[in-house]
T-cell receptor, first 111, second 118 residues
Framework: KQEVTQIPAALSVPEGENLVLNCSFTDSAIYNLQWFRQDPGKGLTSLLL?????REQTSGRLNASLDKSSGRSTLYIAASQPGDSATYLC??????????FGGGTRLMVKP | GAVVSQHPSWVICKSGTSVKIECRSLDFQATTMFWYRQFPKQSLMLMAT?????????EQGVEKDKFLINHASLTLSTLTVTSAHPEDSSFYIC??????????????FGPGTRLTVL
């Protein structure tokens, strides 16, 4: 059974810092890995999706990498802003179109 | 495009009553819809997978007689929490996977429904 772990569980940083959020998974037979953002009491916003054959994806200040063989992904946030404060969820997709989510990293960026 | 709605966005009910939550894909047809549950400060846990016109597949530990899922059309799935109890209070999120040739992995998420059982 796939298990996804995110470290750290919570992070508080001053504005402007570059951040790295970590995600690890136990079963490397994945189709893709996604990073989502969730604001309190809200649904999910997809940030980046990396197919299993890809190594990284970039969108603006966000960069996600994938090392499938070692079961790891990182989300890099450059020049963090208070508006980046949210919970970031990592999810991997295995056979059957099923997503397994990590526990999330709650990020607070202080002005 | 690819918008998924949920109704209601929040609901408060008394213990013992039943609550129905709707999930709609507004601008696409969905072969499969998923229902997730999220407890406070925890991640999303898949409850069940539903395909239009067939019975839902429930994850281990999820009571199918308590959480009734009906996927009546390619744009609508409903989750009914029967005889709700306070421990069923949670954030319920659905997602929908569109019918696209050659692409089977996409899921688009609804905004969630906050259920509080008194």
């Amino acid at each position: 059974k796939q298990e996804v772990t995110q470290i750290p569980a919570a992070l508080s940083v001053p504005e402007g810092e570059n951040l790295v959020l970590n995600c690890s998974f136990t079963d490397s037979a994945i189709y893709n890995l996604q990073w989502f953002r969730q604001d309190p009491g809200k649904g999910l916003t997809s940030l980046l999706l990396i197919q299993s054959s890809q190594r990284e994806q970039t969108s603006g200040r966000l960069n996600a990498s994938l090392d499938k063989s070692s079961g790891r992904s990182t989300l890099y946030i450059a020049a963090s802003q208070p508006g980046d404060s949210a919970t970031y969820l990592c999810a991997v997709q295995n056979a059957g179109n099923m997503l397994t989510f990590g526990g999330g990293t709650r990020l607070m960026v202080k002005p | 495009g690819a918008v998924v709605s949920q109704h209601p966005s929040w609901v408060i009910c008394k213990s013992g009553t039943s609550v129905k939550i709707e999930c709609r894909s507004l601008d696409f047809q969905a072969t499969t819809m998923f229902w997730y549950r999220q407890f406070p400060k925890q991640s999303l846990m898949l409850m069940a997978t539903s395909n239009e016109g067939s019975k839902a597949t429930y994850e281990q530990g999820v009571e199918k007689d308590k959480f009734l899922i009906n996927h009546a059309s390619l744009t609508l799935s409903t989750l009914t929490v029967t005889s709700a109890h306070p421990e069923d209070s949670s954030f319920y999120i659905c997602s929908a996977s569109p019918i696209r040739q050659g692409v089977s992995w996409e899921q688009f998420f609804g905004p969630g429904t906050r259920l509080t059982v008194l």
